[in-house]
């Protein structure tokens, strides 16, 4: 003991005569302390109208945020119409409905993809699954708190329209992000969400990604004009996250089952991506959910027993 504290002692000294930090004592024995890991994260990208691109920006901000040394899950929540697996040319032989029927665990089901970004895929083409009912919908949002090491982030890519299944993978996500893009029915779609969301499940913060656009300014505008409207008859905040312009390389990645920031990284739109991913990794820490009610990685935070 009086050898170990003499070394430490002459570890600090010399530290301090270079005018360095000296170490902890676990770290003069070799044992570097690891930072403090900070609560996973759950962002839900929603947008209610489909054709918006919602699965593209969650597949290409999942993939960013991955590239930036984070540890990413992608959640396809579309269930019955999932495509996140074909998008990034993976082959899952499992999917949410093993989940449920008890035959898997939630770390069963993660698909490695490309620079590590971890996918949970919904199945396709089966009708259990998009016909869900609340309580199973819930049991997945139960199942994240069983993995052994939760991710940096949690991606969570919404279906279209506004039923049970949007609203509770939204409702129990950090922070929702919506997808809009120029068109008046993707404008009224998403005021529809964020109404639902904001009156009837207490989200009051949103961020909206101006999609498809051909520049700064047309973002811009188009983030003005719903959240005038929603300043007259919502109480949201609605933020502007930024933009993703019209970009015929995001158009060939897709075709070719690749994100475009992996094919294209030099690319206007994987620009953009990696622009949506800083912002993402400069918000503050999530508030804490206004209601009791389910949420990811519930054990992290606060109690969220019952819905």
């Not at 930036?68 to 119409?81: P, R």
């Not at 590590?116 to 699954?129: D, H, I, N, Q, Y």
């Not at 069983?146 to 329209?161: C, E, K, N």
């Not at 300014?217 to 719903?226: D, I, P, V």
Request: hydrophobic share 45%; charged share 20%; aromatic share 4%.
């Amino acid at each position: 003991m009086n050898q170990a504290m003499g070394l430490e002692g002459m570890l600090r000294a010399l530290a301090e005569r270079h005018g360095k930090q000296a170490p902890s004592h676990d770290q003069a024995f070799g044992l570097a302390r690891p930072p403090a890991r900070r609560r996973c994260r759950a962002i839900a990208v929603a947008g209610g109208k489909g054709g918006v691109g919602k699965t593209t920006i969650s597949v290409n901000l999942g993939m960013s945020l991955a590239m930036a040394g984070h540890e990413v899950i992608l959640l396809d929540a579309d269930m019955g119409l999932a495509n996140i697996d074909v998008l990034l040319g993976l082959t899952p032989t499992r999917h949410i409905g093993h989940l449920l029927d008890g035959s898997c665990g939630i770390e069963d089901l993660l698909l490695t993809g490309p620079h590590g970004l971890k996918v949970v895929p919904a199945g396709s083409g089966t009708r259990r699954l998009a016909q869900l009912s609340n309580n199973e919908h819930a049991a997945v949002i139960r199942a994240f708190d069983d993995l052994a090491v939760p991710p940096d982030y949690l991606l969570v890519d919404t279906a279209a329209g506004l039923s049970d299944n949007v609203a509770m993978f939204a409702a129990a996500a950090d922070d929702v992000v919506l997808v809009v893009c120029d068109e008046p029915a993707s404008l009224t779609d998403a005021y529809a969400v964020l109404k639902v969301l904001s009156r009837d499940f207490g989200v009051r913060r949103f961020r909206m990604v101006a999609n498809m656009v051909r520049n700064a300014g047309e973002a811009r505008a188009l983030h003005q004009k719903l959240a005038r409207v929603c300043d007259r008859f919502l109480d949201v905040a609605l933020e502007f996250m930024g933009m993703v312009p019209q970009d015929e390389r995001l158009r060939q990645a897709i075709r070719r089952q690749s994100a475009v920031v992996d094919l294209w990284p030099a690319s206007r739109s994987a620009e953009a991506f990696k622009q949506l991913a800083g912002a993402v990794d400069t918000w503050g820490e999530p508030e804490r959910l206004a209601l009791d009610r389910i949420a990811f990685f519930s054990r992290q935070a606060a109690a969220a027993t019952g819905w």
